[in-house]
């Protein structure tokens, strides 16, 4: 919970809606659960003035314009450390992220694809938020050795300066569904980005620390209202259950013998009037 915790010290600025994931549209969360309909497409695409593996106004080499302005700004710090970064691709519409799924999927077979590659609507890509770059060292591929060249290293301690996360970190497959991509970025600004960067969480983490923030709160409302429920429920049954004793006592005074069921339900019903008198205090006249 340490980490949980710490979030709260995160201070967003001041036109950001909220603080977690999915009450700013750049904290977007979009994963194998959260998805996105095959019609969602971002407003205000643009291409970021980058140097890009296949030149062209052609969709991957799009992202929504925010990210945009601060992909140009991550490239532009990294040229000046002498960093040469490539980007490969970022915004995919439904419609192609479904054609490379199931070109995977006849590769590499189900299984192994569901670690590398996403469903359609199940893609961050799908937001223009995200892209994927590399680097010549690397040949411009998407591999994991991108993680251990100059490029890579430099990507991931500088990323969050742009607003930028790793969005698929080494040893937090099991959280984010995914395998280490130490090529894919994906911009939710630069509060949340350091925040990400300096605490090692995921988005997902993130997500799961504000609702249990958010929890006692809420937890405490629904306690109220499972309490008046309980109550209601109880106050009837009490009535019911006096009801029926007391008519069960006046058989017997009057010498009627009661049979066996009659005198189970006698002995049930008096536990359960016992039991609601410890459970709700006697109303005050």
Same mark, same amino acid.
């Given at each position: !919970?340490?980490?949980?915790?710490?979030?709260?010290? %995160?201070?967003?600025?001041?036109?950001?809606?909220?603080?977690?994931?999915?009450?700013?549209?750049?904290?977007?969360?979009?994963?194998?659960?959260?998805?996105?309909?095959?019609?969602?497409?971002?407003?205000?695409?643009?291409?970021?003035?980058?140097?890009?593996?296949? =030149?062209?106004?052609?969709?991957?080499? /799009? !992202?929504?314009? +925010?990210? &945009?302005? /601060?992909?140009?700004? %991550?490239?532009?710090?990294?040229?000046?450390?002498?960093?040469?970064?490539?980007? +490969?691709?970022?915004?995919?519409?439904?419609?192609?992220?479904?054609?490379?799924?199931?070109?995977?999927?006849?590769?590499?077979?189900?299984?192994?694809?569901?670690? +590398?590659?996403?469903?359609?609507?199940?893609?961050? /890509?799908?937001?223009?938020? &995200?892209?994927?770059?590399? &680097?010549?060292?690397?040949?411009?591929?998407?591999?994991?050795?991108?993680? !251990?060249?100059?490029?890579?290293?430099?990507?991931?301690?500088?990323?969050?300066?742009?607003?930028?996360?790793?969005?698929?970190?080494?040893?937090?497959?099991?959280?984010?569904?995914?395998?280490?991509?130490?090529?894919?970025?994906?911009?939710?600004?630069?509060?949340? &980005?350091? /925040?990400?960067?300096?605490?090692?969480?995921?988005?997902?983490?993130?997500?799961?620390?504000? %609702?249990?923030?958010? =929890?006692?709160?809420?937890? !405490?409302?629904?306690?109220?209202?499972?309490?008046?429920?309980?109550?209601?429920?109880?106050?009837?049954?009490?009535? +019911?259950?006096?009801?029926?004793?007391?008519?069960?006592?006046?058989? =017997?005074?009057?010498?009627?013998?009661?049979?066996?069921?009659?005198?189970?339900?006698?002995?049930?019903?008096?536990?359960?009037?016992?039991?609601?008198?410890?459970?709700?205090?006697?109303?005050?006249?």
């Amino acid at each position: !919970m340490g980490m949980c915790l710490s979030f709260s010290l %995160l201070t967003l600025a001041k036109d950001a809606v909220d603080k977690c994931p999915n009450n700013n549209k750049y904290h977007q969360i979009v994963n194998k659960e959260k998805t996105l309909s095959s019609d969602y497409k971002p407003s205000h695409l643009v291409i970021p003035n980058v140097k890009v593996l296949q =030149a062209g106004n052609i969709e991957k080499n /799009h !992202m929504e314009k +925010v990210a &945009a302005l /601060h992909l140009e700004e %991550l490239f532009q710090g990294a040229n000046k450390e002498k960093i040469s970064l490539v980007a +490969v691709s970022g915004y995919r519409s439904y419609k192609r992220q479904n054609t490379l799924y199931n070109q995977y999927i006849k590769r590499y077979g189900k299984k192994y694809t569901d670690t +590398v590659s996403a469903q359609a609507g199940k893609s961050e /890509h799908q937001t223009g938020l &995200a892209i994927d770059v590399s &680097a010549k060292s690397v040949g411009y591929d998407l591999t994991t050795r991108f993680g !251990m060249t100059q490029e890579g290293k430099w990507l991931a301690q500088n990323a969050y300066r742009y607003g930028f996360i790793i969005r698929y970190p080494k040893g937090k497959e099991q959280i984010t569904g995914y395998s280490y991509e130490p090529w894919h970025i994906r911009y939710v600004g630069t509060e949340l &980005a350091e /925040h990400i960067y300096k605490t090692g969480l995921t988005l997902e983490e993130i997500e799961t620390c504000c %609702l249990l923030e958010k =929890a006692p709160e809420e937890l !405490m409302e629904e306690q109220v209202k499972q309490e008046a429920f309980i109550h209601t429920e109880l106050e009837e049954l009490k009535e +019911v259950t006096s009801q029926v004793v007391e008519q069960n006592t006046t058989l =017997a005074e009057e010498g009627t013998d009661l049979n066996k069921d009659q005198r189970q339900v006698q002995l049930f019903l008096s536990a359960v009037k016992e039991t609601t008198k410890k459970i709700i205090p006697e109303r005050k006249k």
